[in-house]
C-alpha cells in the first residue's frame, strides 16, 4: 500500500477494551488497512506503518498531524471540502453553494471521463470548470450573501 500513488488516511475513536481508543484507516480503490491504537497523533499513525514511508499522495480531512509526514503529496478529500461548504452557505455565504455544484461536476467529469477510458479530462472541460471556478471565487471575495439573507 506505501507504494500506491495515493491513499486516503482516516481516524476515528472507538472503544477498545473498554477504553477510548482509535482506528486508523489507510486505504486506496482496493486495499483498506486498519489499525487500533491507544493515541490518534503521530505516533499511531507511525505504529500504523503506512504513511511513514509513503510517498504518493496522501488524501485527508487536513488534521495536522498528517502534515508531519513531508514526503508526501498532501491532498484534503473532497467530502470534508462539502462538509465544510455547507457550513458555509447555511452561514448566507452564496458562492459555497456554487462551489459544491462545481466540486461535484468535476467528479462527474472525472468519472465520465474514466469510463470511457480517457486519462484527463479534454481542453474545452478545464476551460469551462476553470471558468466557473472564477465565477465562484469572485463571489466569495466579494462576500454576496445568499438571497434572503441580510448581512
Given at each position: 500500500?506505501?507504494?500506491?500513488?495515493?491513499?486516503?488516511?482516516?481516524?476515528?475513536?472507538?472503544?477498545?477494551?473498554?477504553?477510548?481508543?482509535?482506528?486508523?484507516?489507510?486505504?486506496?480503490?482496493?486495499?483498506?488497512?486498519?489499525?487500533?491504537?491507544?493515541?490518534?497523533?503521530?505516533?499511531?499513525?507511525?505504529?500504523?506503518?503506512?504513511?511513514?514511508?509513503?510517498?504518493?499522495?496522501?488524501?485527508?480531512?487536513?488534521?495536522?498531524?498528517?502534515?508531519?509526514y513531508t514526503h508526501a503529496i498532501h491532498a484534503l478529500c473532497a467530502g470534508h471540502h462539502l462538509r465544510e461548504l455547507l457550513a458555509a452557505?447555511?452561514?448566507?455565504?452564496?458562492?459555497?453553494?456554487?462551489?459544491?455544484?462545481?466540486?461535484?461536476?468535476?467528479?462527474?467529469?472525472?468519472?465520465?471521463?474514466?469510463?470511457?477510458?480517457?486519462?484527463?479530462?479534454?481542453?474545452?472541460?478545464?476551460?469551462?470548470?476553470?471558468?466557473?471556478?472564477?465565477?465562484?471565487?469572485?463571489?466569495?471575495?466579494?462576500?454576496?450573501?445568499?438571497?434572503?439573507?441580510?448581512?
Open positions: 500500500m506505501s507504494r500506491a500513488p495515493v491513499v486516503n488516511f482516516d481516524e476515528t475513536g472507538a472503544r477498545i477494551a473498554g477504553r477510548l481508543g482509535w482506528v486508523h484507516s489507510a486505504s486506496t480503490e482496493t486495499l483498506t488497512r486498519y489499525t487500533a491504537h491507544a493515541k490518534r497523533g503521530v505516533e499511531a499513525i507511525d505504529h500504523a506503518g503506512v504513511l511513514p514511508g509513503f510517498g504518493g499522495v496522501a488524501v485527508h480531512d487536513g488534521w495536522k498531524p498528517y502534515r508531519a452557505e447555511e452561514a448566507g455565504q452564496a458562492w459555497a453553494l456554487g462551489m459544491s455544484c462545481l466540486l461535484l461536476d468535476t467528479k462527474a467529469l472525472v468519472d465520465q471521463s474514466k469510463a470511457t477510458g480517457l486519462k484527463t479530462l479534454g481542453k474545452t472541460a478545464l476551460t469551462e470548470l476553470h471558468a466557473s471556478y472564477r465565477v465562484c471565487d469572485h463571489a466569495r471575495l466579494r462576500g454576496e450573501p445568499r438571497p434572503g439573507r441580510e448581512r
